[in-house]
């Protein structure tokens, strides 16, 4: 099976930066697009970013459009998640999770990592 492993979270000042890398070991990762979710206490998970398993196209939910940037590095099984102009409204745990094709179609199965916190203090 796939496993995911986030890192690269933490605390930030408003208006700072943070990238978050998740890591993958198992199956192929090539072959996976990957997305990017969070969830904060008593708020449901929300869709944040995604990438096909070519990194040539990429989806953002409103909220984060202009602020984040998803990428990967197949050669290194690693997707990462660049998050500029963090606001207090990114604070939440960030979960990576992978689709199960090379295009991505948020799918409810694939594979979850355990997340990673970001918290980001006003």
């Known amino acids: 099976q796939v496993q995911l492993v986030e890192s690269g979270g933490g605390l930030v000042q408003t208006g700072g930066s943070l990238n978050l890398s998740c890591a993958a070991s198992?199956?192929?990762?090539?072959?996976?697009?990957m997305g990017w979710s969070r969830q904060s206490p008593g708020k449901e998970r929300e869709f944040v970013a995604a990438?096909?398993?070519?990194?040539?196209?990429?989806y953002y939910a409103d909220s984060v459009k202009g602020r984040f940037t998803v990428s990967r590095d197949n050669d290194k099984n690693t997707v990462y998640l660049q998050m500029n102009s963090l606001k207090p409204e990114d604070t939440a745990v960030y979960y990576c999770?992978?689709?199960?094709?090379?295009?991505?179609?948020?799918?409810?199965?694939?594979?979850w990592g355990q997340g990673t916190q970001v918290t980001v203090s006003s």
């Open positions: 999770k992978s689709d199960l094709g090379p295009d991505y179609t948020g799918t409810s199965g694939g594979f």
């Open positions: 198992g199956r192929s990762f090539e072959y996976y697009a």
């Open positions: 990438i096909n398993w070519m990194g040539s196209r990429t």
